[in-house]
């Protein structure tokens, strides 16, 4: 199975309804992605698929060869930070930090559809679960990456 990963082209050996999640972790070491619940409930695993937000963990490979498939590892790099892994540092958003990545994958999904939300529109896109609560900064990162983005402070 021939899959399009971060730009680049990736053969993968498993059975093609292997869920998207455990090629990416298991078997090409992309582990950014998390695994939470399994059942497309928490948003730990959350990649794009041609700049939708996705649940690997219920996405079988096969249904996303030859996709264009984004995970947390291209959002951006320790010398170019993506604007929202920027906001949510000036943000002190992560606590534990488990399911930030998706959170993350979640939020440049919502910008990319929305590039200035409202306190709604996150709502609305912001299903993932965090055990830890940060919902609220969060939401003020979202913000904040929305004006750094527009041209504003970050
Ligand atoms: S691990 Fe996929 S939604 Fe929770
Ligand atoms: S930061 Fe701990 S679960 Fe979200």
Known sequence: MQLNINGQSREA???PSTPLLWVL???LNLTGTKFGCGVAACGACTVHVNGQAVR????????VAGQKITTIESLGT???LHPLQAAWIAEQVPQCGYCQSGM???AAALLAKTPQPSDADIDAAMTNLCRCGTYPRV???IHRAAAAM???AA
């Not at 690997?56 to 249904?63: D, H, L, N, R, Y």
């Open 13 to 15: 050996q498993a059975d």
């Open 25 to 27: 972790r298991d078997e």
């Open 56 to 63: 690997s963990c219920v996405t079988p490979a096969s249904a």
């Open 78 to 80: 320790a010398d170019q």
């Open 104 to 106: 993350l994958m979640a």
């Open 139 to 141: 939401r003020a990162a």
């Open 150 to 152: 527009k041209g504003g």
